[in-house]
């Protein structure tokens, strides 16, 4: 099967940790979509959600709040990873939950 | 593309290669390339994407490739489900299958332990959740432990592919630069 394990962990830890222009605590409030302050929070919490009704309005409010487009590309990408990563761990989680029960 | 840095931000290295591959392909370079090809040290997801959709695993290409466009589809991201569905459809020969599934995964001429997957795949996307019923449902239906979790490992990268693109609103390119797009992704793959 296939392995994404370690690839997954260092996709984190990068997005996350490297050094990159948008403070780390930024990045990590985008990834968790929690404590952002508008207008961040309406552009993360699509991403998060529903990417498909992003707008340019919604990246030009943030470009306005005084991001640069490393810093907007940043926490997009962030938020992005947070979210899938939940959905994936959710379901990973509900995998082993039955795995277990075959087991028992 | 709604960040200029993704259009005409990257290296002087990597433009070069953008220039080459636009030489070679003589087709416009898509923008999921000109994003996989940005500050590839920050986001550079190439190599998981790879190993989830051409790692060693009991689904064959074609069915990852119909499952990133299922979770594109249920992402609601026109570029990815036409590139993925232009892929899946050429690695199976048959355009129809790829297009069936995506129209009425139900009645769809596809293997049971596939269709329950891909039904899966789809709830985790649009409800953002999955429960242990959920899973049973699919092991009854024939697929392995290991297809779930590889199957898992596709979604992930889609699940985030799928999002970028439509939040930097990805241009969706011509049929044939696609087809071009989705004849280098079964030679090189995601790297």
Known sequence: ?104 | MRLEILDRGHSLGTKALLGMIRLVSRQPVVDAVKLAFYRKEFYGAGDLTHEAMRGPSEWSIGDRELMAAVVSQANESPFCIAAHSATSGLWYGDRAKVAAALADLDTAPIEEPLRATLRLLGKLTREHTIDADDIRTVLSAGASRAQIEDALAVCLAFDITARLANAFDFAIATPTAMDSGARHLLKRGYR
């Open chain 1, 1 to 104: 099967m296939t392995d994404i394990s370690q690839l997954h962990r260092a996709l984190v830890a990068r997005v996350l940790d490297s050094d990159g222009k948008a403070p780390p605590v930024m990045r990590r409030a985008a990834f968790d979509n929690a404590g952002l302050s508008e207008p961040m929070r309406t552009l993360i919490e699509k991403v998060a959600y529903r990417a498909s009704a992003v707008t340019d309005e919604d990246v030009a409010a943030v470009r306005s709040a005084g991001l640069s487009e490393d810093q907007i590309f940043e926490i997009v990408v962030c938020a992005a990873i947070g979210q899938a990563d939940r959905q994936y761990k959710t379901a990973l989680h509900a995998l082993a939950r039955v795995a277990d029960e075959g087991q028992r």
